[in-house]
């Protein structure tokens, strides 16, 4: 049957280019179109079994069809503007740490879990969960630290220099595989300035001996060994590689090939011994997203600095520039878009504070800005993720996951506050205009998935009780 299909597509779509999708129309996708005509002769009205396929009926076959091909599309930057498809492209979205190793739920007896640091791995009910949300709220990305930094403890994919744990791979295949079945797409910080659960750079430097505190204020000069030390370097290198060429089981593509991950983050909020003094070695930032190109040609690179570093604007292979905004400040805002503007790179908001606790600047003027630029001929500004969203405790529906750094968001839940739905209908009103659209500030629902969260794109068995298999 499937065969039938796609024959009647193919010879359809070929006899008719008006009932193509809009998507092909000087794109090299359009080849797909001859190749399946060429290769899918049947004619499935001839055969007798099936009645003939009409203009109405092939746009059944056609929309999924073309949703899915923009999905295995890549996101290209051209100049100061992001493109899918030969067309604008925005990037806002949410962070959504923990989608690969999470540290704010202690698991069932028997799951793993490492009490220390609290680690464990999140159930897929909550990753799939958290993907409906976005799509509710309108969104285009996902920023996830723990989808690239995963070192250091029993649960990562590095625990130790060189020791890789490929378990830890479950949850992020889920995470990529939801993301892409959702139509959104990811960009991960590959390791983090601090010294946190999901590991960092403290961690490269203690592989080596390097053993300082994260805490000091100036932390020790020897922390630039892991951006000048040629043996640090290589091992920071050779964990990429081992991420990004692991082949995902839902998709059969390795990180490095998947369009859902568009782009790599050489970090999170990166610098030096002083807190923002942004001392990130150019030769490290090119080193390191050249490393990226190389594994995977189509994949953009975000500069992981904290701020818009002045001496990497000249950077080739940096992509994209990013901030963060805590508290949210517009002439910052506005000065970042114009040096990254300067530079012909795209400009990205990676954090902000949403919840509007400091009221001197409002959520919707810090929007403005950003929309504002969306029909110009040079945008520069993609998007923004504001910081950051939890959904249930999956497959418990009855609780919410909080983290306690004062920035959780909480979608539907009926214990939020009138001034925090109010931001979130902000934001979500946002996200919509970023595609162009207009909705009203009402919140629809997003059903818990309680036990039935691994069917929702993935083939299992229900028992009486509710239980999947």
């Not at 976005?134 to 060189?162: C, F, K, W, Y």
């Not at 000048?228 to 370097?233: A, D, G, P």
């Not at 954090?351 to 403005?368: A, I, K």
Request: hydrophobic fraction near 35%.
């Amino acid at each position: 049957m499937r065969c039938f299909v796609l024959a009647a597509f193919a010879t359809t779509a070929a006899a008719n280019p008006a009932t193509r999708p809009s998507i092909y129309g000087g794109n090299p996708l359009n080849n797909i179109l001859s190749s399946l005509t060429s290769l899918l002769h049947d004619d499935p009205a001839e055969s007798g079994l099936f009645a003939p396929i009409t203009d109405q009926i092939l746009k059944d076959y056609v929309e999924p069809i073309e949703a899915q091909l923009l999905r295995n599309s890549y996101v290209v930057r051209t100049g100061s503007k992001l493109e899918l498809g030969g067309e604008h492209w925005t990037a806002s979205g949410a962070n959504v740490y923990w989608l690969g190793l999470d540290e704010n739920v202690i698991p069932p007896a028997g799951q793993p879990f490492y009490a220390p640091f609290n680690a464990s791995y999140p159930t897929k009910g909550r990753i799939t969960e958290v993907m409906n949300t976005l799509v509710t709220m309108g969104a285009h990305t996902i920023r996830s630290q723990t989808l690239g930094v995963s070192v250091g403890n029993p649960l990562s994919l590095e625990p130790a220099l060189d020791v890789f744990n490929d378990a830890a791979f479950d949850t992020i295949d889920w995470a990529v595989y939801q993301a892409r079945e959702h139509g959104l797409r990811i960009f991960a910080p590959l390791i983090d300035n601090y010294d946190y659960y999901h590991g960092g750079k403290f961690d490269f430097l203690r592989f080596r001996g390097i053993n300082i505190s994260s805490t000091t204020s100036p932390i020790d000069p020897l922390v630039m060994q892991f951006y000048t030390n040629r043996t640090i370097i290589n091992d920071f290198k050779n964990y990429i590689n081992h991420l990004l060429t692991h082949v995902n089981p839902f998709t059969g593509l390795t990180y490095a090939e998947d369009p859902t991950i568009f782009a790599y983050e050489t970090g999170n909020e990166l610098g030096g011994p002083v807190f923002g003094d942004m001392d990130v070695p150019v030769s490290w930032t090119n080193e390191i997203c050249n490393y990226i190109k190389q594994l995977g040609p189509h994949k953009l690179c975000i500069d992981g600095t904290y701020g818009v570093n002045q001496t990497h604007l000249d950077i080739s292979t940096v992509d994209i520039l990013s901030d963060h905004y805590y508290p949210l400040d517009l002439t910052k805002l506005q000065a970042d878009i114009a040096l990254a503007g300067s530079a012909n790179k795209v400009y990205l908001a990676g954090e902000y504070d949403w919840t509007g606790n400091n009221p001197t600047t409002s959520l919707q003027s810090f929007y403005d800005i950003i929309e504002a630029r969306q029909n110009t001929s040079s945008p520069v500004v993609a998007g923004d993720l504001f910081w950051s969203l939890f959904m249930h405790d999956v497959p418990n529906c009855e609780i919410y996951v909080n983290h306690t750094d004062g920035y959780t968001l909480q979608y539907g839940n009926p214990l939020n506050s009138v001034q925090n739905n109010t931001q979130i209908a902000t934001i979500r009103q946002h996200f919509f205009r970023m595609q162009n659209e207009t909705v009203s500030a009402y919140l629809p629902a997003v059903p818990c998935p309680g036990k039935y969260a691994d069917l929702t794109y993935a083939p299992g068995f229900v028992d009486t009780e509710g239980d999947v298999y």
